[in-house]
């Protein structure tokens, strides 16, 4: 406040200016902008939820060509207008070139995986080898990600290209819930490696915490989706302190709040499965859980406010 008003004195700033840099100051103007965009892409998923329910119910009615035709001319519909209008490619950041760009693009990849999952319903064109579909759709979104600069649409690749190794992986290898869990890992692992390694060339670097996040969270859940395999001495809690940690350096190196949140809150629950068997009594429980969690929270707003002081 004092920088504005000193700004307002020596004729830097406009009145008008200067009481709006006022309001942003003191809070009474902020931006939704993360929230609307929320809401669209909530409002684009019901839209995709809806077109299923649709198919789903009326496929008999309508008939199988009608519905392939809707459906691949909504497709087609979709990234036509998104490659007419489309910036041309960049390794940096691409600025939409209209508001409803990304989501119309997001319902366009959507109704890809609805084509798909129909035709696949109703023709039994691949039988067996289905998670084909997953391997064709993330390979197309992927492309659409970096050609049209959309992390949403890489979270989409990431995950379809995921679930077609896992389900390859557990299909050809017959593998067993343990050892699907490390093939998670390792696709985590993977994720995050080449997160890392295009932002140091310099390829989308800000599609860095959309690779980081998804490898992280798949990392970290697949250690913890196995409760019994959790001890207070054991290998599978060790790595998952390592990782936690590595996420806890990464976020105060890099002050990203996000893997701060994801180095306590996975800490904390694979510590808390580890020690949870050793208490006796339930008010040492409570006692146990009482004091982590609130040291935990504590953890999670001192880091945020430094974050917010540095800011």
């Given at each position: 406040m004092e920088a504005i008003a000193r700004w307002r004195r020596k004729g830097l700033l406009l009145d008008r200016r200067a009481a709006l840099l006022a309001a942003i100051e003191d809070g009474r103007l902020f931006s939704v902008a993360d929230e609307l965009?929320?809401?669209?892409?909530?409002?684009?998923?019901?839209?995709?939820?809806?077109?299923?329910?649709?198919?789903?119910r009326y496929f008999q009615q309508l008939g199988r060509p009608a519905i392939v035709a809707a459906l691949g001319g909504s497709v087609l519909a979709c990234l036509a207008y998104c490659e007419s209008r489309s910036?041309?490619?960049?390794?940096?950041?691409?600025?939409?070139?209209?508001?409803?760009?990304?989501?119309?693009?997001?319902?366009?990849?959507a109704l890809v995986g609805v084509l798909f999952a129909y035709l696949e319903s109703q023709f039994h064109w691949l039988?067996?080898?289905?998670?084909?579909?997953?391997?064709?759709?993330?390979?197309?979104?992927?492309?659409?990600?970096?050609?049209?600069?959309?992390?949403?649409?890489?979270?989409?690749?990431?995950?379809?290209?995921?679930?077609?190794i896992g389900i390859r992986a557990q299909r050809c290898l017959h593998t067993?819930?343990?050892?699907?869990?490390?093939?998670?890992?390792?696709?985590?692992?993977?994720?995050?490696?080449?997160?890392?390694?295009?932002?140091?060339?310099?390829?989308?670097?800000?599609f860095e915490d959309t690779y980081l996040g998804l490898g992280v969270n798949a990392m970290l859940a697949s250690l913890i989706s196995d409760p019994k395999g959790i001890q207070?001495?054991?290998p599978p809690l060790l790595l998952i302190l390592l990782i936690c940690g590595a996420c806890i350096a990464f976020a105060t190196t890099y002050r990203r709040f996000a893997y701060f949140l994801y180095g306590v809150g996975y800490g904390y629950a694979a510590v808390a499965i580890a020690v949870a068997?050793?208490?006796?009594?339930?008010?040492?429980?409570?006692?146990?859980?009482?004091?982590?969690a609130g040291a935990a929270v504590a953890a999670i707003l001192a880091f945020r406010k430094s974050l917010e002081a540095k800011e």
């Open positions: 965009r929320a809401m669209l892409y909530l409002g684009a998923l019901l839209l995709i939820a809806g077109v299923s329910a649709t198919v789903k910036r041309p490619y960049s390794d940096g950041p691409v600025e939409s070139p209209t508001p409803g760009f990304d989501y119309i693009l997001f319902i366009g990849c039988g067996d080898n289905w998670d084909l579909y997953l391997l064709a759709s993330g390979l197309c979104f992927l492309y659409a990600a970096y050609r049209f600069d959309n992390r949403m649409v890489l979270a989409m690749a990431l995950l379809n290209l995921g679930g077609c067993d819930a343990q050892t699907m869990r490390w093939v998670v890992m390792a696709e985590g692992a993977f994720a995050c490696a080449l997160g890392l390694s295009n932002s140091s060339q310099g390829v989308k670097p800000h207070l001495v054991s068997p050793h208490l006796s009594g339930i008010s040492q429980g409570a006692l146990f859980f009482l004091v982590s």
